[in-house]
């Protein structure tokens, strides 16, 4: 089992930044991805972005790219989302989750709350 805790949410005026950490503890050794998601108040959970543990290697939603930008501290055991140009449209709770075998994500963090204003 692989325990997430995300920080670094919180209130920000469009155009700013924040960035995102999360936390990873447990079973680490057996972490193949990690993600973000974000879900929006009376909309769907949304993919993000997503960071290969191993390589690096990563993957964005198309409406975050060039805005966004993922990463991971294997030594820390922590993946990061730096968010920049921040719109109001991108309000809603962060999810930081891990995949652990080849099928969907399997271990969730509680959520961080980002709410930007115009």
């Known amino acids: 089992q692989v325990q997430l805790v995300e920080s670094g949410g919180g209130l920000v005026q469009a155009g700013g930044s924040l960035r995102l950490s999360c936390a990873a503890s447990?079973?680490?050794?057996?972490?193949?991805?990690m993600a973000w998601f974000r879900q929006a108040p009376g909309k769907e959970r949304e993919f993000v972005a997503t960071i290969t543990w191993g390589g690096g290697r990563t993957s964005y939603a198309d409406s975050m790219k060039g805005r966004f930008t993922i990463s991971r501290d294997k030594a820390k055991n922590t993946v990061y989302l730096q968010m920049n140009s921040l719109k109001p449209e991108d309000t809603a709770v962060y999810y930081c989750a891990a995949r652990t075998g080849l099928g969907a994500y399997d271990c969730w963090g509680q959520g961080t709350q980002v709410t930007v204003s115009s």
């Open positions: 447990g079973r680490t050794f057996s972490i193949n991805n």
